[in-house]
């Protein structure tokens, strides 16, 4: 891996040391500079668990991806940093049917460092910008929101965004290195499935210092300091107008 180039894609120009602060500055560099996006499943570019070949696509073609893509290429640029890392597998919470998604729903990544483990994660949409370190009940604060970890079910872990009382469940997940093909079945599930959440709509999808930029078939949305505005996507030519000056992603 070129990590010289991947870090010039995510905009790091600091030292490298193995630790904590290292790790939240790679992992907000991460998320503000490449966006969590679908297009290939709609333009039907089949995805591989290749690094390769999603190097290719995330940092010389400057795209993004979604979770097996985002999360499993950077945990390559922390290995191939010194990091010492585990992929692992989680399931991830539906607001509509109040239930968890299948084993390997969701790729993640655990980074070890010497005062304990931390969960890492640049490949959810709307997330923590910093690592959450698995720690259990315990609040923990980033500047998108307050986590907490506590146990679910007997072996999972569980993790909450919350707000004032209220808990709001982000996923499962169990603290064991899985190998990265055996995503491979929810993968695939994920581009064909009409069940999938990623095959309804398009999705490009980019946070701001302040807010979030999402691009989907028929709106552009800009959220900044707690104001929103909702731009009409008219057609296929304008959505691609906007794919290209707002997120610098051109598809043919």
Do not use: W
Not at 22 to 35: A, E, G, N, S
Not at 73 to 80: K, S, T, V
Not at 167 to 184: C, D, L, S, T, V
Not at 224 to 237: L, R
Request: charged share 30%.
């Amino acid at each position: 891996m070129n990590t010289e180039k991947y870090l010039t894609r995510i905009a790091y120009n600091d030292n490298v040391h193995l630790d904590l602060y290292t790790l939240k500055q790679l992992q907000k560099q991460h998320l503000l500079h490449i966006p969590f996006e679908n297009l290939d499943i709609h333009y039907n570019v089949p995805i591989r668990l290749d690094t390769e070949t999603i190097f290719e696509k995330i940092v010389n073609r400057k795209r993004g991806g979604f979770c097996y893509e985002l999360n499993g290429l950077f945990l390559e640029l922390l290995c191939a940093l010194g990091f010492k890392t585990k992929r692992i597998s989680g399931r991830v919470y539906n607001k509509e049917t109040s239930e968890f998604g299948e084993e390997y729903d969701h790729l993640a990544i655990v980074v070890i460092l010497d005062d304990g483990e931390y969960l890492v994660d640049a490949g959810l949409g709307e997330f923590a910008f910093a690592p959450l370190k698995i720690e259990l009940n315990t609040v923990q604060h980033d500047i998108r929101g307050d986590y907490s970890i506590r146990e679910y079910d007997g072996e999972y872990l569980i993790i909450y965004k919350v707000n004032d009382t209220k808990k709001i469940p982000q996923y499962i997940f169990k603290n064991a290195q899985r190998e990265y093909g055996e995503f491979a079945g929810m993968c695939h599930y994920h581009q064909t499935s009409p069940e999938s959440p990623f095959t309804k709509n398009k999705l490009v999808s980019l946070p701001t210092e302040s807010g979030r930029i999402t691009l989907t078939d028929d709106k552009l949305k800009v959220s900044e300091n707690g104001h929103t505005s909702e731009t009409p996507i008219a057609d296929k030519a304008e959505f691609k107008e906007k794919l290209r000056k707002v997120f610098g992603i051109t598809v043919s």
